[in-house]
């Protein structure tokens, strides 16, 4: 998912974000998560690419870190713009989400 991700972004920003990989969430605790990602990537491009996996703060800090990035997005006014109410959902179905985030 990841280099399927940055392999659609453009060309000239792709080292940028090869080299600027911040794991967050409980699930990156997992021994060996950041070492085999790391490999992993190595394996899906050029050599002269770098890859930076970065693992920062405490195991506390990341497990949380997921839930506090959200939440200071979704308290943002200009987010809340995009919010979809399940009324609009039951109203126009999936396509209202093109409507509101194009």
Same mark, same amino acid.
């Given at each position: !998912? /990841?280099?399927?991700?940055?392999?659609? @972004?453009?060309?000239? !920003? &792709?080292?940028?974000?090869?080299?600027?990989?911040?794991?967050?969430?409980?699930? $990156?605790?997992? +021994?060996?998560?950041?070492? &085999?990602?790391? $490999?992993? @990537?190595?394996?899906?491009? +050029?050599?002269?690419? #770098?890859?930076?996996?970065?693992?920062?703060?405490?195991? +506390?800090? &990341?497990?949380?870190?997921? *839930? !506090?990035?959200?939440?200071? /997005?979704?308290?943002?006014? +200009?987010?809340?713009?995009? *919010?979809?109410?399940?009324?609009?959902?039951?109203?126009?179905? &999936? /396509?209202? !989400?093109? #409507? #509101? @985030?194009?």
């Amino acid at each position: !998912v /990841l280099s399927s991700s940055i392999s659609m @972004c453009d060309i000239d !920003v &792709r080292p940028g974000l090869w080299s600027n990989i911040v794991l967050a969430g409980g699930t $990156t605790l997992l +021994t060996g998560f950041a070492d &085999r990602l790391t $490999t992993e @990537c190595h394996a899906k491009i +050029t050599s002269s690419t #770098k890859v930076k996996v970065v693992t920062g703060g405490n195991s +506390t800090d &990341r497990i949380f870190s997921a *839930w !506090v990035g959200a939440s200071i /997005l979704a308290s943002l006014g +200009t987010f809340q713009e995009l *919010w979809i109410s399940k009324q609009e959902y039951e109203e126009e179905g &999936r /396509l209202i !989400v093109d #409507k #509101k @985030c194009p």
